[in-house]
C-alpha cells in the first residue's frame, strides 16, 4: 500500500511540474489549509532540498510569510556545512513580526549558525524614498548580496489575502479586482495568465533578478493556494523547484 502510494505521489509531481512547466515539483501529503503540521512538512522538504542543492559559501534571499517561518523552525545545525548567509529578498517592515523575511532570515541563521543581514526599510516606500534608500551603503550591501544569492526560498500567497494582510488602500485593492488578480509572489500580483496587474514598490529582489538566481524554491501548500500557484508560475523561472502539497496538487490538475 505504501509503495502505492509512493508511486502515486511521484506521478501527481512529474504531471504538475508538466502542467506548470517548471523543472520539479516535490509534493507532501495533506493539506495545509486544514492541517498546519502539514507546513512543517514543507518546511522538512526544503530543508532536505537546501542540503541537497547548497555548497558552502552560499548566499540564501528569502521572503516573508506564514510558510517561510515554518521552514525556519525546521532548519538545523547539522545543514550548513559551511558558511551559508540568509539575506532577506524584499524590505518588508510592517507586517507580522515573526512573519517579516528579516526575523525569518535570523531564525534561519541562528538555527544552522549561520550569518544573515537585516534591509531596514518599509514594506512600501515612495519612488522618491526608494531612490535614496538604494544609495544608503548598508541598504546597498545587502542589495549586492541579494543579487549574488545563489538560491531564493519564496512563499507565494492568493492575491485578496495578501492584500488584506498589507492592509492595502482602496485604490490598489480596485488595480487588484479590475486586473482580476489571483496570486502574488515578492510583492507581484498576478492575474490568471501571469501578467503583472500590481506591484508593491519596495527595495530588494525584483521579479527580473530571479532570471540570474541558480536555484529558485517555491514553497506554497493547501488548496485554496491552487489559483495563486498557477498564476504565479506562468512568469517563475522554467528552472523553480516548487514544494508543494496534495491539497493544491488535487485542485491544480482538477483531480
Ligand atoms: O509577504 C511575503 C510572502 O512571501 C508573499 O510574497 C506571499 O504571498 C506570502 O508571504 C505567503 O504567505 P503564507 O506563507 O503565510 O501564505
Not at 526575523?103 to 512600501?124: F, H, W
Not at 526560498?153 to 492575491?159: M, R, T
Request: charged fraction near 20%.
Amino acid at each position: 500500500r505504501m509503495m502505492k502510494e509512493i508511486t502515486g505521489i511521484n506521478i501527481m509531481e512529474k504531471q504538475l511540474a508538466e502542467r506548470l512547466g517548471i523543472q520539479q515539483v516535490i509534493l507532501v501529503s495533506g493539506d495545509a489549509d486544514k492541517n498546519p503540521a502539514v507546513k512543517k512538512e514543507l518546511g522538512n522538504e526544503t530543508a532536505r532540498l537546501m542540503e541537497s542543492l547548497l555548497g558552502g559559501n552560499s548566499i540564501i534571499a528569502v521572503t516573508g510569510g506564514s510558510t517561510m517561518a515554518s521552514v525556519s523552525e525546521v532548519l538545523t545545525a547539522s545543514l550548513s556545512t559551511a558558511d551559508w548567509l540568509f539575506v532577506p529578498a524584499r524590505g518588508g517592515i510592517g507586517a507580522v513580526m515573526s512573519n517579516q523575511a528579516n526575523t525569518i532570515c535570523s531564525k534561519m541563521a541562528e538555527r544552522t549558525n549561520a550569518g544573515y543581514r537585516t534591509l531596514y526599510v518599509p514594506d512600501q516606500v515612495s519612488t522618491e524614498m526608494y531612490q535614496s534608500m538604494i544609495k544608503e551603503p548598508a541598504i546597498n550591501e545587502v542589495l549586492q548580496q541579494i543579487r549574488c544569492a545563489n538560491m531564493v526560498l519564496h512563499g507565494i500567497g492568493d492575491a485578496m489575502t495578501m492584500a488584506e494582510r498589507r492592509e492595502s488602500d482602496i485604490s490598489d485593492r480596485e488595480k487588484l479586482k479590475n486586473g482580476k488578480a489571483v496570486g502574488e509572489a515578492f510583492g507581484y500580483y498576478f492575474n490568471e495568465s501571469g501578467e503583472v496587474v500590481h506591484k508593491v514598490q519596495t527595495i530588494g529582489l525584483q521579479l527580473e533578478d530571479l532570471s540570474t538566481i541558480k536555484h529558485v524554491i517555491a514553497v506554497a501548500g493547501g488548496y485554496s493556494k491552487a489559483k495563486a500557484i498557477a498564476s504565479y508560475m506562468k512568469q517563475a523561472p522554467r528552472t523553480t523547484i516548487l514544494i508543494t502539497d496534495e491539497g493544491a496538487a488535487h485542485q491544480l490538475l482538477d483531480k
